[in-house]
């Protein structure tokens, strides 16, 4: 054999070692791209996911600030309302100052004379019978 025909003999079996490795290195990087594509698949599910997860929170706190804002302007209703309850409700506390309170003093000064006056009655009379 002459020299062209070794030398072209070891250049295919390099080359048929070289496609063999090349095969090898692609077919491995091609699983790995694989796997990286499949955890990026992954990801982005979960992300979507976790996306709807968040816009179905925020449909529920629009729900919950709209419930207070509802509290808040029911609050603010009925402390209005308090507000125009107070000038009745001063002016029968002055009535009542002027009026009943007066009448409730008389009442108990006139119970506290009464109560007086049947003690004394009492004691004048226990007085005669202790004399008799």
Known sequence: MDMQTILLTVLVASVVVLVAVLSV????????????????????RQFEMTAEDVRKTNAEVREIL????????N????????RALR????????????TV??????AASALVGLKAATSHILDRFVRKEERK
């Open 66 to 73: 709209a419930d207070v804002e509802r509290g808040v302007s």
């Open 87 to 98: 000038g009745p409700v001063d002016i029968a506390t002055k009535v009542l100052d002027h």
């Open 25 to 44: 290195a692609f077919l491995s990087i091609r699983r790995n791209v694989d796997r990286i594509t499949q955890r990026v698949d992954e990801s982005l």
């Open 75 to 82: 609050v603010t209703h009925f402390t209005e309302g308090v």
């Open 101 to 106: 309170s007066p009448a409730l003093v008389s």
